[in-house]
């Protein structure tokens, strides 16, 4: 049987109007099809060959994923993904105004590792002094079932802004922090390979364990606003590039490559 390939992205390289309100209204947004199966399979396989020789330089070392930081500066490949001009073009289309990349990384959740990652924001994390809603395109390389890793957000919480950044082992620390959000109705998000979903910087998300026998491989673009500043704050990216606070992040480390 053959399995008919949807995508979201038309033509002109942009996405449906209801997808943008969508978005907007929600704070995240699935885009189905932006990677055919021939890109997929190259995709997957460099990420492959990328992690067995970087595995050990994974940021995160408590267990939930394999975390690797701006791959688009080592590999040709996954560097041809992270400036995949449709997907930079519908990331400024949702957020309505001029970005820049701020990082990309590769997210890989082992087999039966059995650990979420718990709900947390993303835009607490990062040294950005200024600028609008960051979002970011979270790309499935592999199926993302549930059981294997998916995501699941918290609709309208790009608004909730203010807080510290969470702690990703603990299921209770954003909620400690805004009991609200407790109550808000959570929506999971399946992916298939070549799907992905945009989400901006504030909205509150976790993703769950992987139970298969199949590592989930996830490639994440983040994106910014074009002015965003440097708050003077310690972050991995901007930590060697002897920043001042108050700089703008731009130039051949923080690129707009879909123009």
């Known amino acids: 049987m053959t399995t008919t390939i949807t995508s979201d992205v038309g033509a002109d390289g942009r996405v449906r109007d209801e997808l943008v309100a969508a978005y907007r209204e929600h704070g995240f947004v699935r885009v189905r099809g932006v990677l055919d199966p021939d890109q997929v399979e190259l995709f997957r396989t460099s990420a492959e060959a990328f992690l067995t020789v970087h595995r050990a330089e994974s940021l995160e070392k408590q267990g939930a994923f394999s975390q ?3 791959v688009w500066q080592h590999d040709d490949n996954l560097r041809a993904l992270t400036f995949d001009p449709r997907l930079g073009r519908v990331a400024e289309q949702l ?8 990082h990309d990384h590769m997210l890989v959740k082992e087999p039966h590792n059995n650990v979420a990652t718990e709900f947390h924001q993303d835009r607490p994390y990062w040294p950005h002094a200024s600028g609008r809603l ?3 395109a979270w790309i499935a390389l592999v199926d993302v079932p549930p059981e294997r890793g998916c995501m699941t957000f918290l609709p309208g919480t790009q608004h909730r802004t203010g807080l510290r950044p969470q702690d990703l082992r603990n299921e209770e620390d954003l909620f400690a922090l805004d009991p609200s959000l407790r109550w808000i109705p959570r929506v999971t998000v399946p992916l298939r390979a070549g799907d992905c979903t945009f989400h901006s910087g504030y909205t509150g998300h976790m993703a769950l364990p992987n139970r298969t026998d199949l590592a989930r491989f996830a490639h994440v673009i983040v994106y910014m606003d074009e002015a965003t500043t440097y708050s003077g704050t310690e972050h991995v990216v901007t930590d060697p590039l002897g920043l001042v606070p108050g700089a703008r992040l731009d130039g051949d480390t923080f690129p707009r490559p879909w123009h």
């Open 95 to 102: 957020a309505g105004f001029p970005l820049r990349l701020w």
């Open 134 to 136: 960051p979002l970011s």
């Open 68 to 70: 690797l930081v701006n």
